[in-house]
């Protein structure tokens, strides 16, 4: 199965993915990214526009700039997937399963929220009915 491709664009930053009131950009951040990914930089606040200047910079190396290499080291520490290392490490803490179970699904973020339903076209709205937040997430449920 072939995968859309994302549009190229070399002089991107965050700040092109904010809108007016400081808030994400939805459709926009979904034509260059998956939804697993939208969702998790709508989990994160914005950053200020008025901050200073943005800029792309690869976290695998320290001077920023991209490299073959440091993808294969990345993938080859375990530090890369802190989904996975969560979850160890809830396994490790002694508990009834049924409470390992209710930690697992906001992980992996299994819980049907406003933003979920509103992802799958089950709603229009993907705001929280009980405050008005824009956005109705599992960060923001718990």
């Known amino acids: 199965m072939l995968l859309p491709q994302a549009p190229v664009v070399n002089h991107l ?7 007016t009131g400081s808030h ?7 034509s260059f990214f998956t ?7 709508v989990g994160i606040l914005p950053p200020s526009i008025v901050g200073g200047h943005d800029f792309v910079a690869w976290k695998g190396t320290n001077s920023g700039v991209f490299s073959l290499a440091s993808t294969y080291e990345l993938l080859l520490s375990d530090s890369w997937n802190d ?21 697992w699904l906001p992980i992996r973020e299994r819980l049907m929220t406003n933003v979920e339903h509103w992802r799958r076209g089950l ?8 405050c008005g937040c824009y956005r109705e997430s599992v960060l923001h449920i718990l």
């Not at 930053?13 to 809108?19: A, K, L, R, T």
């Not at 994400?24 to 979904?30: G, H, I």
């Open 35 to 41: 939804n697993d990914i939208v969702s998790h930089i």
């Open 83 to 103: 989904v996975d290392s969560k979850w160890r490490h809830i396994l490790s803490v002694p508990m009834p399963q049924r409470i390992q179970v209710f930690f």
């Open 123 to 130: 709603t229009n709205d993907p705001s929280c009915p009980c």
């Open 13 to 19: 930053g965050f700040s092109n993915f904010i809108m």
């Open 24 to 30: 994400w950009d939805y459709v926009r951040l979904a």
